[in-house]
Structures are given as structure tokens and as C-alpha cells.
């Protein structure tokens, strides 16, 4: 069975302790719920040899819920897509932050476009792979933008993205910001010493792209 047809490996499950930084606070959550969500995205345009084609935002790709206080819950897609057609694809998440580049090359160029892309063959569109794995959450990564360059020398007119989601609901457990240990309710007082110390399995996620200077700093 192809990894995420199976709803068993690779997903985020209920049960599981994950935890993430948001400017400079460590959160931890546990996830309480989840169900299956699936959309596929036809792209709105021919793309023509050797053109570029986007940046699109879908509007209907959109988590329109964040951490609610009166509940103390958040929700958290994690998403995967798979790719019919030739073009290659870039990312945007948040919607003006281009991912997967490398320090020196963060974006592709007129002049190098086989950068920070993906292809049908990394992530085949019937068998969507954990490559493009990407997690959107409100505010920061509540949209994600599409780009695409086709390298060849015919039109393509049926490019389609086929996305699945992983839509949780999380419980949150409390923070960390420097060393202050902070519960979001005192049940949960021990459970968070213990997810801090790192007694119990947790699941980092990264929610905004890992980045790095083109040049590393003097003396390093």
C-alpha cells in the first residue's frame, strides 16, 4: 500500500504529544482528534514552454480555525500532495516565504529553475509521498502558494495537484519561553515537566521553513 494510503504510517495520529516554536515560545500540544481530508487542485492556466506560471493561492486550501482559549484547542492540518504532469512545482508557506531552496540558491532563477521544486516522479500523483509534507496552522501558514515553470517544449494544459490532509484538533498542553514552564491548566502541570524533559514522546513539527544565511558568519 502506498505510505499515505495508509492511514496508519506517516500521519500524525490521536494520542500523540507534538510540540512547535512560534516566535521564540516552545508549544507543546496533544492531538485529540482527526479526520481525513481530500482536494484536488486543477491549475487555472496553460503553462507554455519555458514559462512560469503562478504564484496561485487557492482560497479554498485555507484552515480557517486557530487556537481557541474557551476551549484551550488548536487545529493543525498536516498536508502531503501528489503531482499529474511535468512542471515542476514550488512552494510558498507562508503564502510570501518561498521554501526549499538552499542557502545559496534559496529561489529558482531565470538562469537555474531546478532548485527548491518538485517533481511527478519525487511525489506521483496516485501515491503522494511524505516529501512534500507541509503543516499549515493560523495565523502563520493559514494559505499555501503554488508555483510552477515547465522545462519543456510543449504546453501543458492538465496539471493537477492531488492533495491530502491530515486535519487535527489539539489540545494544549502549555508553553516554554526561556525558562519559564507555563501549563495551560495545572492537571496538565506534570505532564508538561515531562515533555520538557523529554520523559515522554513528542513529535516536533516544523511550521515555518528551516532557513540559513548565504554566507556563514566570521570565525565559523
Known amino acids: 500500500m502506498p505510505e499515505a494510503l495508509d492511514w496508519s504510517n506517516g500521519w500524525l495520529k490521536e ?46 486550501l485555507e484552515i480557517t480555525r486557530g487556537y481557541d482559549r474557551s ?24 503564502t510570501d516565504v518561498h521554501r526549499h531552496g538552499i542557502p ?24 503522494p509521498s511524505f516529501i512534500t509534507e507541509h503543516f499549515m496552522m493560523r495565523p502563520d501558514t493559514l494559505q499555501i502558494a503554488f508555483d510552477a515553470y515547465n522545462p519543456h517544449a510543449i504546453a501543458f494544459t492538465d496539471l493537477v495537484l492531488n492533495i491530502f490532509l491530515n486535519k487535527m484538533v489539539t489540545e494544549r498542553i502549555g508553553t516554554v519561553e526561556g525558562s519559564t514552564v507555563k501549563p495551560t491548566l495545572a492537571r496538565f502541570g506534570e ?6 524533559k523529554q520523559t515522554i514522546p513528542c513529535t516536533p513539527l516544523s511550521i515555518l521553513p528551516v532557513r540559513a544565511p548565504a554566507e556563514a558568519p566570521g570565525g565559523e
Open 104 to 127: 545559496k540558491v534559496p529561489k529558482p532563477s531565470t538562469t537555474m529553475r531546478r532548485v527548491s521544486h518538485f517533481e511527478e516522479w519525487m511525489s506521483p500523483f496516485r501515491e
Open 191 to 196: 505532564v508538561l515537566d515531562k515533555l520538557y
Open 15 to 60: 494520542g500523540y504529544y507534538i510540540s512547535y516554536y512560534r516566535e521564540g515560545v516552545l508549544y507543546f500540544e496533544h492531538i485529540i482528534a482527526r479526520d481525513f481530508g481530500h482536494w484536488e487542485y486543477d491549475w487555472p492556466e496553460t503553462i507554455a514552454s519555458l514559462a512560469t506560471s503562478g504564484p496561485f493561492v487557492p482560497a479554498d
Open 71 to 94: 476551549s484551550n484547542t488548536n487545529h493543525i492540518w498536516q498536508m502531503i500532495f501528489g503531482i499529474k504532469g511535468q512542471p515542476y512545482i514550488y512552494i510558498e508557506l507562508p
